[in-house]
C-alpha cells in the first residue's frame, strides 16, 4: 500500500494493520505503515497508531526508533500517554541497556505530569540500572518510588534491585533489601532469594548464603538449581567441604 494510495476510509483499518504488525513483532511494517499516514496527511492516533508502533518497536529492542517515535509525537503534539507510549519506550530502553535514557525519560513524565506507575514506569528503569550495573540508582529508584508512595512490586522491583547490588557486590545491601521486602509484607520469590545468595557468595559470606537457602526452605520455596550452585560455591569459597556436600545431596 503506497502512501499515496491511503484514503481516509481505511484510516481504521491502517491503524488495525499497524497494531497487527505489533502483535506479530513486524516493527518495520509498523513504522512503514506510519509514514505512510504521514504521507498521506492522515494524523495517526496516538492511542491505535503511535502506542502500536512504539510497542512494536519494544518488542523488537528497538530503542532507538521507540525515543523517535516519542520526539515525533511530540512535535504533532500528541499527548503520549505513561501507559501505552511511556512505558513501552522505556522497556525499549530497558531491553537495550540504556539505563541513562530511562532515567531521563522517566524524569520526562514527571515533568509531563504523568505519573509513573510502579510496574511499567519504575520497574522498567530500576532493571536497566541493574542491566547497566548501575546498583545505587537502582536503590535511589527503589527509595523515590517508596516516597512517591508507589508500592515495589516483588519481581519487577525488589528483584532487579538486589540482582544489581548483586552485580555490584553489595551483599549487604541485598540482604537490606530481602528484610525490606520482609517489613512491608511483601514475601521475596526464587528470583529474589537466588540474588541474595549470590551476592553473598560474591562477597564470600557462605554462612549467609546458607541462611537464606535455610529461609526459602521455610516459607515453602524450593531453590532452584541455580541458587544450589551458588550455595555450593560460596561453600567451596569458605572452604566448607561437608556443607557442599551436604547441599549436592539436597539437589
Same mark, same amino acid.
Given at each position: 500500500m503506497?502512501? $499515496? @494510495?491511503?484514503?481516509?476510509d ?5 491503524? #488495525?494493520?499497524?497494531?497487527a504488525? @505489533?502483535?506479530g513483532?513486524?516493527?518495520?511494517r ?13 494524523e495517526p &492516533?496516538?492511542i491505535?497508531?503511535?502506542s502500536?508502533?512504539?510497542s $512494536?518497536?519494544?518488542?523488537? @529492542?528497538?530503542?532507538q ?6 520526539r515525533d509525537m511530540?512535535?504533532?503534539k =500528541?499527548e503520549? %500517554?505513561?501507559? =501505552?507510549?511511556?512505558n513501552?519506550?522505556l522497556?525499549?530502553?530497558?531491553k537495550?541497556?540504556q ?9 520526562e /513524565?514527571?515533568?509531563?505530569k504523568l505519573?509513573?506507575d ?12 541493574e !542491566?547497566g550495573d548501575?546498583?545505587?540508582? #537502582?536503590l535511589?529508584?527503589l527509595?523515590e518510588? +517508596?516516597?512517591?508512595?508507589? @508500592?515495589?512490586n516483588?519481581?519487577?522491583s525488589y ?7 548483586? !552485580?555490584g557486590?553489595q551483599?549487604?545491601q541485598a540482604l $537490606? ?5 520482609w517489613e /512491608?509484607s511483601l !514475601? ?5 532469594? %537466588?540474588?541474595?545468595i *549470590?551476592?553473598?557468595q560474591?562477597?564470600e559470606?557462605?554462612?549467609r548464603?546458607l541462611a =537464606?537457602?535455610?529461609?526459602?526452605w521455610e516459607?515453602?520455596l524450593?531453590? &532452584? ?7 555450593? *560455591? ?7 567441604w561437608? +556443607?557442599?556436600l551436604? =547441599?549436592? %545431596?539436597e539437589m
Open positions: 503506497r502512501g $499515496a @494510495e491511503v484514503m481516509p481505511v484510516f481504521l483499518p491502517t491503524c #488495525a494493520g499497524i497494531s504488525c @505489533e502483535k513483532e513486524q516493527w518495520q509498523a513504522l512503514a505503515l506510519l509514514s505512510e499516514m504521514r504521507e498521506a496527511k492522515l &492516533d496516538v491505535f497508531s503511535y502500536a508502533g512504539l $512494536a518497536c519494544e518488542k523488537g @529492542e528497538q530503542w526508533r521507540a525515543l523517535a517515535l516519542l511530540r512535535e504533532a =500528541l503520549p %500517554s505513561v501507559i =501505552l507510549s511511556y513501552a519506550a522497556s525499549a530502553c530497558e537495550g541497556k539505563w541513562w535514557r530511562a532515567l531521563a525519560l522517566l524524569s /513524565t514527571w515533568e509531563a505519573e509513573p510502579v510496574i511499567f514506569s519504575y520497574s522498567a528503569v530500576i532493571s536497566a540500572c !542491566k548501575q546498583w545505587q540508582r #537502582a535511589l529508584l527509595s518510588m +517508596r516516597l512517591a508512595k508507589l @508500592e515495589p516483588v519481581i519487577f528483584s532487579a534491585g538486589i540482582t544489581a547490588c548483586e !552485580k557486590e551483599w549487604q $537490606a533489601l530481602l528484610s525490606e521486602m /512491608t !514475601k521475596p520469590d526464587v528470583i529474589s532469594y %537466588s540474588a541474595g *549470590s551476592a553473598c560474591k562477597g559470606q557462605w554462612q548464603a =537464606l537457602m535455610s529461609e526459602m516459607v515453602k524450593e531453590p &532452584d538449581v541455580i541458587g544450589c550452585s551458588t550455595g555450593i *560455591s560460596a561453600c567451596e569459597k569458605g572452604e566448607q561437608q +556443607r557442599a551436604a =547441599l549436592l %545431596s
